[in-house]
């Protein structure tokens, strides 16, 4: 039976008394009408070192999630591979005149949690914790960024440990393919040719001289942005601020970034295919694509809305065919990784050995039709409201919400810009999403990694003739 | 050594009461249908999280992984959203769902704007009562084959991936419920038939065998009325048996050995302890957070900051609904060998179950475990699945303050005591060695219960 919206609407007046109905409902209720997205506000401030603090709150839950990002990370000049990363793994063992451990059971006293890490782009350095105690892990915060230890013991122990890293990271398919992926979709002098650790040459001259001079060049509060968001005031969050960093002084020698614009463009050469051999692997791990696209792109919108039909969903046209429709998989998906160094375009999944070669076939049928076939009214709506209603639960926690200010200010925008390119997404035609396609996705110049095993794999990959076949190691 | 978090969860503190709460209320259909809703209106959005109580313990012989196998049959069509409209209506609407199984339980939720709640409500009632008029050989061997595929991804071409095969026989006797992994193996997945799915929907789908949580910017009556309207023709299953609670003992240290494509050696230790809700298994959950939880904790100390031995160490209770266990995994660093670091481990065991932790270890250690509660609670899908998870093991879903209350209680001679207790007795070991350097395998003691 098929009900209109009107006498469904009445059933559930009814329903709500208890009155009796009968049969299984058999044709899907209709969409409320969906909510409105309200973006966070936020606040700005600045203390007199230069320090912007931009704050957004939400009392729900008595917890406050705060973020330190400092401009620089791996990109910084002169930095060496892995060493952005390295200096913010080192900064929490040991500050403040605490050893690591006395560091970590301060944090943990608290009920706070402190993460560092470094990114192509910058340090992040966040702390988060209930409202009760913030202040005071917020002063841990600072400890860490103002007056890491830093002592060679610590650097010794942390090298060694990330050498034991470097080394489980080959027994690993898919990180084997992703770093064989990146060295060769961005060639030598792109800064994403290596890997943000390293390796393991790059990882033994690691010094704590070199560490200590390297964070006291980017420690810069003139390119420092302080987030905090959850249960605090502007007023609560400009006191703290300058309780804990009203002091942080400029530093002698500033360290640079190059403007992204200064990265040269990687070269897109015609499709080739690298293989590297594990022999009697059950699966083969398959990485495609390019270098991608800059964030400020006119077509961002449609792109994201293009990639949303191609792999960026459970029902998207990778993931169902090699999945669902062919077994091929457990899952196959693509996405635009957006830096302002724009990172790839990648397409991925994990196949079975004796499929490879037909799962390549399928990727590059798909890469095809998507750019000379309009899509389909009912999956582009499907695809934009994903896009668009999915947003809706971005905001819930503390966490999520400072993470959209960091995400969206690594582009320089206010977070209200995603209220924009949301309505945007919502715009999207299927002749913008096919000319996307044809402009930023072409299936003749694309890099294919294969890690699998080479004996089984390689006559197959040979017959799709899709560019020269060369086996890397790793 | 301050308490932080009692005088921040402040609430309804007074007489003893719990402090902290996620309020729900609990009704139930005709049909034994049982329906949770938890109100949060701070955003606009829902979460429905469906459990059934049956997971991979329910399996029969020659059957194993296939609660997990049907799990992904749910996503195949039922009756009147033929597949593929479950996930398609889902991303229309900007929702996403997904499913996981257990030993125990079986789950399904959706996640995504209020508008999109009469629609994950009628999905899940038509694939609660009308799933098999359209379940055929067809999607059977489809998930199948993917479920084989996810076998392969996280088992068999993952790095140490086959310890997840070794250890449930190995802990548990055979016919024991937990004695084969949830994932099950290729030849028992090979055997399902369609016959098997229908036996098993029409004796564990049933809405007397499921919880539904709403949570999220909804009312109790609205979802209430919604649940009526989609729920209440789906007939009462039968009866159901559930297997019964059953804790193994080990008798001596059992050691399996075993080689991977790797690089480093890893050691896997694992004891009997007690099922969910047991006398002891909040006392665990704190010596577990003194042994690995911190970068100053015991283990986590002793082996990655003074030996600097290993790559990483750490504890992982898992109390079940019918029996527990502890395990404290470790991998050394290249060329480092297994009894290396199983003498260390021993030797700290030993010492905390001598001495006990000291009052500024378990202040920490509660300070943390506090905060996770609190964390926990930040998601309407974080509670919506743990007040079904309390349910199912307390018959009461907002058992969180009944739960952090009981945590707290805990002390340091209680953690002193299960360490001595659970963890200094035989165990099962499962040494993983690099192909060809045997010489780094772990060893069994001889112990005598």
């Not at chain 2, 694992?270 to 100053?296: M, Y």
């Amino acid at each position: 039976m098929t009900r209109t919206q009107t006498s469904h609407a009445a059933v559930v007046a009814l329903l709500a008394v208890a009155v009796p109905m009968s049969a299984q409902v058999t044709s899907p209720p209709p969409l409320g009408a969906a909510p409105a997205l309200t973006l966070p506000a936020v606040d700005t401030a600045r203390l007199d070192n230069g320090l912007t603090i931009l704050v957004s709150r939400n009392a729900e839950v008595p917890l406050v999630s705060g973020r330190l990002i400092i401009d620089g990370g791996a990109r910084t000049a002169g930095a060496a591979p892995g060493l952005a990363t390295f200096t913010a793994s080192m900064l929490d063992e040991g500050a403040g005149g605490k050893d690591a451990l006395g560091l970590a059971e301060a944090v943990d006293f608290l009920g706070a949690t402190l993460r560092t890490s470094a990114s192509w782009e910058e340090f992040s350095l966040s702390v988060s914790g209930p409202k009760r105690t913030f202040g005071e892990a917020l002063g841990l915060l600072a400890d860490v960024a103002l007056r890491p230890a830093f002592a060679e013991a610590d650097i010794a122990r942390e090298r060694d440990a990330r050498q034991a890293q470097l080394v489980a990271a080959k027994d690993s398919p898919g990180q084997v393919a992703s770093r064989v992926f990146a060295r060769n979709v961005f060639p030598a002098g792109h800064p994403m040719h290596e890997n943000l650790s390293g390796d393991s040459a790059t990882t033994a001259a690691l010094t704590a001289e070199s560490v200590r001079a390297f964070w006291a060049s980017v420690a810069d509060p003139a390119k420092a942005v302080l987030i905090l968001t959850g249960d605090v005031t502007a007023a609560e969050a400009r006191r703290w601020a300058a309780a804990h960093f009203g002091d942080w002084p400029a530093p002698e020698t500033a360290a640079t970034k190059p403007a992204a614009s200064t990265v040269a463009s990687p070269p897109r050469p015609q499709t080739r295919v690298i293989l590297v051999d594990k022999p009697g692997a059950p699966q083969s791990v398959v990485f495609i694509g390019a270098p991608g696209v800059d964030r400020e792109s006119p077509d961002y919108a449609a792109i994201s809305v293009m990639n949303t039909i191609l792999g960026g969903s459970f029902s998207s046209r990778l993931n169902d065919i090699l999945r669902e429709q062919r077994g091929y998989s457990y899952g196959a998906s693509s996405s635009y990784q957006w830096s302002p160094v724009p990172g790839p375009f990648v397409a991925a999944s994990q196949v079975r050995t004796n499929v490879t070669d037909s799962s390549l076939a399928v990727f590059f049928r798909e890469f095809e039709r998507i750019r000379t076939e309009p899509v389909p009214a009912d999956e582009l709506e499907r695809a934009r409201n994903y896009n668009v209603l999915g947003a809706l639960g971005d905001y819930e926690t503390a966490a999520q919400v400072n993470g959209a200010i960091a995400s969206a200010l690594q582009f320089g925008h206010p977070l209200s810009r995603t209220a924009d390119e949301l309505a945007a997404m919502g715009r999207v035609t299927a002749a913008e999403v096919q000319a996307a396609a044809q402009q930023y996705l072409d299936p003749t110049r694309l890099t294919v990694v294969v890690v699998g095993d080479i004996a089984t794999i390689r006559r197959g990959i040979e017959g799709l003739r899709l560019g020269p076949i060369e086996v890397q190691e790793f | 050594m301050r308490r932080i978090l009692p005088l921040l969860l402040l609430a309804a503190c007074g007489g003893g009461a719990p402090a902290l709460s996620v309020s729900a209320t609990v009704d139930t259909l005709d049909n034994g249908l049982t329906l949770i809703v938890h109100e949060d209106h701070s955003a606009p959005i829902v979460a429905v999280n469906v459990w059934y109580h049956v997971g991979s313990g329910s399996e029969k012989p020659g059957r194993t992984g296939f609660a997990h196998l049907f799990e992904h049959l749910m996503f195949m069509g039922s009756e009147h959203a033929p597949y593929p409209m479950f996930d398609r209506m889902l991303e229309g609407a900007g929702a996403n769902n997904n499913g996981s199984t257990t030993t125990d339980r079986t789950n399904y939720y959706e996640y995504g704007p209020t508008s999109s709640l009469e629609v994950m409500l009628w999905l899940e009632a038509d694939r609660m009562g009308w799933l098999l008029p359209t379940m055929d050989e067809a999607k059977v061997d489809a998930q199948r084959d993917i479920v084989k595929n996810e076998r392969r991804q996280s088992y068999e071409n993952q790095p140490y991936g086959k310890v997840g095969d070794i250890m449930p026989p190995l802990m548990y006797p055979a016919g024991h419920p937990y004695s084969w992994p949830v994932i099950g193996s290729m030849a028992d997945l090979s055997a399902a038939s369609l016959t098997d799915v229908q036996d098993f929907f029409r004796t564990w789908y049933a809405p007397n065998n499921a919880s539904i949580v709403v949570a999220g910017d909804v009312t109790r009556a609205e979802v209430l009325a919604l649940a009526e309207k989609y729920f209440r023709d789906i007939p009462r299953g039968p009866d159901i048996t559930y297997p019964e609670p059953s804790q193994p003992q080990m008798a001596r240290d059992t050691l399996v050995t075993t080689e991977d494509r790797v690089q480093m050696a890893r050691l896997q230790y694992a004891w009997h302890t007690t099922r969910a809700w047991g006398d002891d298994d909040a006392a665990l959950q704190v010596a577990a957070q003194i042994l690995t939880g911190s970068k100053n904790s015991r283990l986590t100390k002793r082996l990655e900051y003074d030996d600097q031995s290993v790559v990483f160490v750490r504890a992982f209770p898992d109390h079940q609904k019918l029996a527990g266990d502890f395990s404290v995994t470790a991998q050394g660093k290249p060329g480092v060998a297994l009894p290396t670091l199983q003498a260390a481990i021993d030797e700290e065991l030993a010492r905390l179950a001598a001495d006990g932790p000291t009052a500024a270890e378990m202040e920490q250690a509660m300070n943390s475990m506090e905060a996770s509660f609190l964390n926990a609670i930040q998601t309407v899908n974080g509670k919506a699945n743990q007040l079904n998870s309390y349910y199912y093991e307390t018959g009461e879903p907002d058992a969180f303050g009944r739960d952090l209350e009981r945590t707290k209680a805990v002390t340091a001679d209680d953690v002193r005591r299960v360490v001595e207790q659970y963890l200094l007795g035989p165990r099962a070991i499962v040494s993983v060695a690099p192909e060809g350097q045997p010489e780094l395998h772990a060893v069994a003691r001889e112990v005598t219960p």
